[in-house]
Each structure stands twice: as structure tokens, then as C-alpha cells.
């Protein structure tokens, strides 16, 4: 990836931050950690990869989206706000009475929202289903989801592995958010679902681990390996980093599910805006 492109791309996600921060500050709850962890995945998603247009949000061809960890809805509003599906005001409606951006992605309700997800396991299952339509019809699209770490402590997670091993599922490309943390704490203090690779892989997968799944480079090379990946579905596991962007949300399991107050919001905005700045003067 040249240069240019990247900054772009760090630009772009740097904003995506902003405006999921806004949005739990104004709503006085969600989940920020894993929706900053996960928030360089989605950019380069929606800005790279996917074949989408924010001008005809159902079109039959598009690359279909689901975010199966539902709960950091923050993150994907605030990059399909971005990306030109609605205004990036409306962020600051996130949970309010009366407003579509509700605390779980809703597809009745939000254009570029292609599943509505919140229970854990059950976005990817239906990506599954997406992915078999799609094998079934010849159609060129393509399925992605996130999964995050925690989620896979869900046995429907494994149900759905299963079935898109069998089926061959390779238009399917599934990305584990694993940033270690879960809101209890520590993943591999709560309940371990280690070695996740071994495991996708035990399903008939095929496996790409990313060492820095905040990274644009690494990101561009696992979404090409999956691309390039026939007779398997993929799963990009890629280690991230909980609150990435915001020095004192990262690593922290405590900011899984908590909002900021007025001078925290102020802070985490001062680093961001200061990250912002930085990239638009280069």
C-alpha cells in the first residue's frame, strides 16, 4: 500500500474514532473499547475493499456486512456515516428515544446495515446464510463479519464454523477482533477459547493471523490472501488493540462497556483531534 493511500485510510479511521466516542458520550453509554479496537478493520471494509455505494444501499450486487459482534455499533454507524449513508450529526442521536441508531445495528431502520445483530453467535451464522445464497445463486458478492474474541465463547459461533467448512464457503471471510479483552477482563482469564486458529482451522477453514490488526499494510495482505482463498471460508484472526486511539481506554477491560464523562470525553477528543491534525499536515 503506497503511502498515500495509507494516510488516507489512518485519516478516515481516525474520524470513524471521533465520531464513535461522540456517539457513546452523548447516549451516556455503549461500548467503546471494542468498537476502537475494531475500527481499522471496518475502514479499510468500507473504504477499500467492499464493492458498496452509499447511494443505493441495497443494491443486489453489493459485498454484504455483518457485524456479529453487535454491540460495538458505535464503530460501524460512525463509519457508514462517513462513508455517506447518513450525517455524521446523527451520531450524536446513538441510543436516544425516537432515533434509528439504536444500541444494536438494526437493518429495517439504518441504511448500509445489512443484518440486525446484538445476541452474540448469531451474525456470523447468518453470514453463513448469506454466503450459501450467494454460492447457490452464482452471485459475485462477497459476506464479511467481525466476530469479537469474547463472542466465540458461544457455541453457536462453532455451529456456524462447522456449517461453513462443510459448505465451502470461500465468498465467506469471517474477522475475529481479538484484542484480548472481554468485559470481565482478561479473555484468557474469563474462559479461553484458545488456540483459535487451530480450531477455525479444525472447521476447514482458512486461517490468516494478523500480529497488528490495527495495521492498513497487514489488513491489505490478509483481505487479499482470503480473496485469493478457493473451497474455504476464511477467518482473519487479528490482534488488536481495546480502545486503540484513546491513551487512556487502551488496554483497559473496564472501558468495554462504559462512557465517558464530560472531561474524559474532552480528553479522548484533544488525542484524537491531535492524531488528526497530524495526519492532515503531512
Known amino acids: 500500500m503506497n503511502d498515500a493511500t495509507k494516510r488516507e485510510l489512518k485519516t478516515i ?6 465520531g ?3 456517539g457513546v458520550f452523548n447516549a451516556k453509554s455503549g461500548h467503546p473499547g471494542g468498537s476502537l479496537s475494531v475500527t481499522d478493520v471496518l475502514t479499510y471494509l468500507y473504504f477499500k475493499e467492499m464493492n458498496i455505494d ?3 444501499p441495497q443494491k443486489s450486487d453489493r459485498d454484504r456486512f455483518v457485524l456479529s459482534k453487535g454491540h460495538t455499533a ?5 463509519t457508514l456515516a462517513n462513508r455517506g449513508y447518513f450525517p455524521v450529526d446523527e451520531l450524536t442521536t ?3 428515544t425516537g432515533a434509528r441508531l439504536q444500541g444494536h445495528p438494526d437493518m429495517k431502520g439504518i441504511p448500509g446495515v445489512d443484518m440486525t445483530t446484538g445476541s452474540l453467535g448469531q451474525g456470523v451464522s447468518t453470514a453463513c446464510g448469506m454466503a450459501l445464497a450467494g454460492k447457490l445463486s452464482d452471485a459475485s458478492y462477497r459476506v464479511y463479519t467481525a466476530l469479537g474474541d ?3 465463547e458461544e457455541g453457536q459461533v462453532w455451529e456456524a464454523a462447522m456449517f461453513a467448512g462443510h459448505y465451502k464457503l470461500d465468498n465467506l471471510c469471517a474477522v475475529v477482533d481479538y484484542n484480548g479483552l472481554q468485559i470481565d477482563g482478561k479473555l484468557c482469564e474469563v ?3 484458545e488456540p483459535i486458529a487451530d480450531k477455525f482451522r479444525a472447521f476447514n477453514w482458512h486461517v490468516v493471523e494478523v500480529e497488528n ?3 492498513f499494510d497487514q489488513l491489505e495482505a490478509a483481505f487479499n490472501e482470503a480473496k485469493a482463498t478457493k473451497g474455504k471460508p476464511t477467518c482473519i484472526v487479528a490482534k488488536t488493540t481495546k480502545g486503540k486511539g484513546v491513551s487512556f481506554m487502551e488496554n483497559k477491560a473496564s472501558w468495554h462497556g462504559s462512557a465517558p464523562n464530560a472531561e474524559q470525553y474532552e480528553i479522548a477528543m484533544n488525542e484524537l483531534k491531535a492524531q488528526l491534525s497530524e495526519l492532515e499536515g503531512e
Not at 458505535?74 to 460512525?78: K, R, T
Open 150 to 152: 469474547g463472542e466465540l
Open 74 to 78: 458505535p464503530a460501524l454507524y460512525s
Open 191 to 193: 474462559c479461553s477459547p
Open 54 to 56: 452509499p447511494k443505493d
Open 20 to 22: 464513535a466516542v461522540t
Open 94 to 96: 446513538l441510543r436516544k
Open 13 to 18: 479511521a481516525c474520524k470513524i474514532r471521533m
Open 213 to 215: 490488526g490495527n495495521d
